[in-house]
């Protein structure tokens, strides 16, 4: 079984999250060990779901009355199988299966799931108990956007709402949200977050590389390397840290060894920004920029990214590409956000 540590939790609501069946009218409150266990998750940034087999105007109720409604995105509440409802969730949040787990009381439920995706990991409810020691339920760091990640996706599913309802361009609408993007040298203060998302990220991250805390830390101390940080905010909220790139910086050549997004910003266009900005820096220095890709099962996307923005391979040596950026122009900066960046050269 994979080791993933786990990004969301999926709870079932009957004889789980509370006492009773809802449908049965029988419930008789919550389970308060449960609640306890879902408000610890959240402070550790574990995102929290719901598959219920139940009316969801009830179970929503329900929920509203007990005061942990806010706990849950994308809450699944429906008669379908759990497995497409678990599936669905994972879709919907944009991680892996093998990230999520399943608390369920019932044994027919459990096994359902198992079958039909043995990756997540499924826990009966008896053993709720359990969930807070369990290694992958433990992260390395909890850092603020970890204990605001919650919230950050709540934020993101009201863009999406407004979005699904906005009659123009997708340009027109982001210049709608009054994005700022702050990209600055990494400190020490950073490197928690930036060791975070390094595990986190794997679509859009160029190499899939974990660098680790220390690793980051002699690379921000060094003049050979640039660590930069990427943050954004718009008029719903802040996004936290979203991005990373290290630049090793030669005489006539910088390598960007690593350039990844999280998933949550994928539709916002700032990894392009993020990579003209680099370029046009490289520019500016007079030097060539070079970018390494190392193929993953998940990153296919940041090869079409770096071709999109002007990218040819000149080199591929087993599973590393290097690919070279075309410094015969400069990068238009997308007119949708206002980019702010540290003018200081470190």
């Known amino acids: 079984m994979s080791e993933q540590k786990i990004k969301c939790v999926v709870w079932d609501l009957d004889n789980t999250l509370w006492k009773g069946v809802l449908s049965e009218e029988s419930i008789d409150g919550v389970n ?7 408000k610890e998750l959240d402070e550790r940034g574990i995102l929290q779901s719901i598959s219920s087999k139940n009316n969801y105007e009830q179970a929503k109720q329900k929920l509203e009355e007990f005061g942990v409604w806010e706990y849950f995105i994308y809450p699944h509440i429906n008669w379908n199988p759990k497995s497409e409802s ?11 299966m093998d990230t999520l ?9 459990l096994e359902e799931v198992k079958y039909t995706h043995p990756e997540v990991l499924c826990i009966d409810s008896a ?8 290694d992958r339920m433990i992260p390395k760091y ?5 204990k605001n990640r919650r919230k950050m996706y709540q934020n993101d599913i009201k863009r999406n709402g407004i979005e699904k309802n906005f009659s123009g361009t997708k340009e027109e609408f982001l210049s709608t949200l ?12 950073d490197l928690q977050r930036v060791e975070e998302l390094t595990v986190r990220t794997h679509q859009l991250n160029s190499t899939g590389y974990i660098y680790s805390y ?3 830390k002699n690379f921000i101390k060094s003049d050979k390397y640039d660590v930069l940080v990427a943050q954004l905010d718009d008029k719903f909220g802040q996004y936290g840290k979203i991005g990373l790139a290290l630049i090793e910086k030669n005489k006539n050549v910088w390598e960007l060894k690593l350039l990844l997004m999280s998933c949550r910003v994928m539709s916002k266009g700032v990894g392009n920004v993020l990579l003209n900005y680099i370029v046009n820096r490289a520019r500016e220095e007079g030097v060539t920029l070079r970018a390494q890709f190392v193929p993953t099962d998940r990153n296919k996307i940041m090869y079409i990214t770096y071709k999109f923005n002007g990218f040819k391979e000149i080199k591929k040596d087993d599973k590393v590409s290097i690919l070279e ?11 949708y956000l206002k980019l702010m960046y540290e003018e200081v050269v470190k």
């Open 325 to 335: 950026a075309d410094m015969s122009y400069e990068r238009p900066m997308a007119k």
């Open 127 to 134: 053993k709720a108990n359990e969930i807070l020691n369990m």
């Open 178 to 189: 009054n994005m700022i993007l702050r990209i600055n040298h990494a400190t020490e203060n």
């Open 32 to 38: 308060k060990n449960i609640i306890e266990i879902v």
């Open 86 to 96: 678990i599936e669905d969730i994972a879709k919907l949040i944009n991680i892996g």
């Open 142 to 146: 909890i850092t603020s956007d970890s």
């Open 214 to 216: 220390d690793e980051l």
């Open 101 to 109: 787990a399943f608390v369920d009381d019932q044994a027919f439920e």
